[in-house]
């Protein structure tokens, strides 16, 4: 059945998770972003980065209560809760996540919808997860992975300006080597991003001990538009 429902002498079994579902993630963070900024209750201050933050002694007008003060490049922030939603950056800011949470580099690319043959309906996962992708209406198809080609499978990099070149050649090639019909492919887009692992596979989620009103949420491994929502 796999083979006739992909056209693929390769793939010869997979598991069907009825369960699963698509969303844009892009719409979903502007979505969000926009109905919060119509309470009047969020201030976001976008291009600007963080450089340091430390607590503050208690201050008698405080009510004995101990602040946190941030430094960034548009000036100080003085806070009494503090929450680090920077994932794959998690570790530069707090030194106790060194080596918990590490950045790694993924890479995708986007076919032409117009010289796109119809593929699946549904998310595809190929080489136990190495490669991955989703054909949108329009037939354009969105494929990522292929790290496991490189030496250092890519962790630990933080450059999203660049792309791999050994990378791209896999994404390039990987369509037309496992189905017939892709030969030819054209791909209009190549992209990067950086994404928080976790050392354990786990979300790293809560207050940093020792560090009182001090929070983190990070380390999604990939997978924080399905665990995020459980965060709270």
Known sequence: ??????SSE?????????????MSC????????????????????????VHSWHH????????????????TSRGEILTSKLLFATNAYTS?????????????????IATNPHKTPTLATFDVQLDYGDVYFHQQPDKTIIMGGS???????????TDDSVIDPLVSDALHSYLPGMFGKFAGLEVTQEWTGIMGFSC????????????????????????GVQAGWLMG
Request: proline fraction near 5%.
């Open 92 to 108: 530069e800011l707090v030194d106790v996540l060194k080596g918990k949470i590490v950045p790694v580099r993924g890479q995708a």
């Open 56 to 71: 503050e002694k208690p201050h008698t007008n405080d009510h004995g209560e101990t602040k946190i003060r941030v430094h």
């Open 26 to 49: 892009a719409q979903m963070v502007f979505t969000l972003v926009r109905e919060a900024l119509k309470t009047g209750n969020l201030n976001l201050q976008t291009q600007t980065v």
């Open 200 to 223: 354990d596979g786990n979300p790293w989620v809560g207050e940093l001990p020792s560090n009182p009103n001090v929070y983190v949420c990070g380390g999604f491994t990939g997978g």
């Open 10 to 22: 390769y793939i010869v079994g997979a598991l069907f998770n009825a369960f699963g579902g698509d």
């Open 147 to 157: 790290r496991r080609v490189t030496a250092g499978h890519q962790v630990g990099l």
């Open 1 to 6: 059945h796999c083979e006739s429902l992909f």
